[in-house]
């Protein structure tokens, strides 16, 4: 082995454990400060929640507070397989959580074109003629354990789809928001010694 393989071995895996130890953090509302989401937290579905034919997501919203309040905030539960033939039901429960991922959608934009039959083109974020800024909207993957479903994969919950500057990941306040009487979102306390 020489010495520039074994130098660059040594930095990989260096790296591969610094990520890999690295933290996860969520603010738990605006104004205060950030909280980590340890092992014993939990997602519990107060009610069983039905995912259409041909999808993998279930959007995940109490009704009541979508626009305002919600923020743009929103959340989808995913599962592993897609059924086209039938609807697939998780059941209600509470479902531990093994990890918790940031996560950052870079997002298309549709643009109507000025041409006669007022078709629509699609492009990319950043990458048109227009010079315009990417939308991205931030947010976190909340690893379920598939104990309780073997399909059930993950909640994902993004904020509101802005330019960078001005959008930010959700807080735990605005997740609970969303999910109002569906589902419950309980962060365990760390231990003290």
């Known amino acids: ?3 520039n393989t074994l130098i660059r071995s040594t930095v990989l895996g260096a790296l ?4 890999g130890g690295c933290q996860t953090l969520v603010r738990e509302s605006v104004e205060t400060g950030w909280v980590e989401i340890p092992a014993g937290s939990t997602l519990t579905l107060n009610r069983p929640v039905s995912i259409p034919p041909g999808r993998a997501r279930a959007f995940l919203m109490d009704r009541g507070v979508r626009g305002a309040s919600g923020g743009g905030t929103s959340c989808v539960l995913e599962v592993r397989r897609i059924d086209d033939e039938g609807t697939q039901n998780i059941p209600a429960g509470e479902i531990p959580i093994t990890r918790v991922q940031n996560y950052l959608a870079l997002v298309s934009s549709r643009v109507p074109t000025t041409a006669p039959d007022r078709g629509v083109r699609f492009q990319l974020a950043a990458h048109g003629d227009s010079g315009g800024s990417q939308m991205i909207r931030p947010g976190y993957h909340f690893w379920l354990d598939d104990s309780h479903d073997p399909n059930l994969l993950r ?5 509101r789809l802005d330019d ?3 959008t930010r990941a959700p807080t735990l306040a605005e997740i609970r928001a969303v999910l109002g009487d569906v ?3 309980k962060v365990a306390l760390p231990a003290v010694p």
């Open 155 to 159: 909640m994902t919950c993004l904020g």
């Open 183 to 185: 589902a419950t979102l």
């Open 16 to 19: 591969v454990f610094l990520i």
């Open 164 to 166: 960078p500057a001005y």
């Open 1 to 3: 082995m020489t010495a």
